[in-house]
Each structure stands twice: as C-alpha cells, then as structure tokens.
C-alpha cells in the first residue's frame, strides 16, 4: 500500500508522537506551564525536542531570544557536559526565570551565559562572549530582524555549523496559507527563508514542525 500524499498529520499524530516520547525534565514542564497563562512565546514541545537533537555534540551555542529560557534548556540538556550556550534578550524579567529553572534542572551557571540587551546592538558592542566560532544558532527573537540576525550570526559560524530559526511558517501567513498583514513580520520571514534556502553556503529545509523550524548546516 502506498502512502496518500494528501494526507497531512493532525493533532492525533502529534499527540501519539508525543506519546512515545521520554517524559520532559520536570523543569521544562514547570516552564511550559509558566509560559501559559501570562503568553510568553516559548518553542512548541515537539520543537524542543528537536532542538534538544540538535544540540547533541555542539559545544558552541548562541540563542537569540530567551523568554523564560525553555528552549534553552532543552539544548543545555541536550548539548554535551562541557558545552556553552549564550542566549541573548532584553527583558531581564523573563531571563531571571529563565536562570532559576536551569538551576532547578542542575544546569551549572558557567553553562549558560545570558546577555541581556537588545541582540543586535550586543552583536555590534563586540562582547567577547558573543565573538564565537558557534557551532548552532538559534534565532526565535524579532521576525523583522531575522536578516539582520543572520548577517550578525554568519561571520561567528563554524563549518558545519547548524542554523536553527523558529516561526518560519508564522501560523501559514509566510507561506499564504492564512492571509498576512503588512508589517506583520510575514515579509520578513519569507526573505529570510527564501535567503537561507537559496544560499549555497546552506543546504537546508523547513520542518513543518510547530509554527515551523528552518534547519539547516554551514558549509561555506
Ligand atoms: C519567542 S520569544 C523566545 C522564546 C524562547 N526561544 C523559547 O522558545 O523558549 C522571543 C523573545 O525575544 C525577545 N526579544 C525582543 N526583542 C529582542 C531583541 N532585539 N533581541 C533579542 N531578543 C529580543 C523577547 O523579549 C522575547 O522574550
């Protein structure tokens, strides 16, 4: 029997593939529930899983976009015991959350180092901390400025590098799916997409994964 190519997978496929998985660190639990009632955007669980993949054998990580460090966590627990990551966000109220549940899930204070400023005025401000080589990037800040982030990110990544991005499908407006606004970031998100895919650089894809995870490797 063949597989039907118009099928595509509901909330009953997502829901079984969770399943299966491992139980989550009651830490990431505690976030996903912390994030719930005051909106903070956090990564959808099956991204996070992913990321904590992802993040297997890099030592090198920089994350644009904390929140309340949920996804984060998931590539500090997944990434080895001597890597880093450093995350950057401005709203220190968010990032003090995030720092009490990696300690609550044993993640030692040297692992993470959090920049607390706008992301690309700290790329610019040449912190040490943010001179790389990086061996996975993160972007999950301003979908206005995922181009920009990129072009900050690029000259800090190291062959073979992963570059990760989330809300690439933005609940189906980038692909118009569902109609986009201008000035909804939708603009934004499709040049940015379209930019990685294209580059020979990257060989890449998007994840129909959440609101959609753009992966791809660095091979300049
Ligand atoms: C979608 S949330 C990040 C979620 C997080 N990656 C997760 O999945 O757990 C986006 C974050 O970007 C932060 N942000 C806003 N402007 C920013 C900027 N200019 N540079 C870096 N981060 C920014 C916001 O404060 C917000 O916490």
């Not at 505690?30 to 992913?50: C, F, K, M, N």
Request: no cysteine; proline share 8%; aromatic share 6%.
């Amino acid at each position: 029997m063949k597989a039907d190519r118009n099928w595509l997978p509901d909330a009953t496929d997502v829901d079984w593939i969770e399943s299966l998985g491992r139980p989550v660190h009651p830490a990431l639990a505690a976030l996903e529930a912390a994030a719930a009632p005051g909106h903070v955007p956090i990564v959808d669980r099956e991204s996070g899983r992913v990321l904590g993949v992802l993040a297997a054998g890099r030592r090198h990580i920089v994350e644009v976009g904390t929140a309340i460090g949920y996804s984060t966590l998931w590539m500090a627990l997944g990434q080895p015991a001597d890597g880093r990551i450093v995350t950057i966000d401005p709203d220190r109220s968010r990032t003090d959350v995030a720092r009490a549940a990696w300690r609550q899930a044993g993640i030692p204070d040297d692992q993470v180092a959090v920049v607390n400023a706008p992301a690309l005025d700290a790329f610019a401000a040449g912190l040490p901390e943010l001179a790389g080589p990086f061996d996975l990037a993160f972007i999950d800040a301003l979908k206005e400025e995922y181009g920009a982030y990129l072009d900050a990110i690029l000259p800090r990544l190291e062959p073979g590098a992963l570059l990760v991005a989330d809300n690439i499908l933005w609940s189906g407006r980038t692909s118009g799916s569902r109609p986009s606004r201008p000035g909804d970031g939708s603009d934004e998100l499709r040049a940015f997409s379209a930019r990685v895919l294209a580059d020979e650089r990257f060989s890449g894809t998007i994840l129909p994964l959440g609101d959609g995870l753009l992966v791809a490797t660095y091979r300049p």
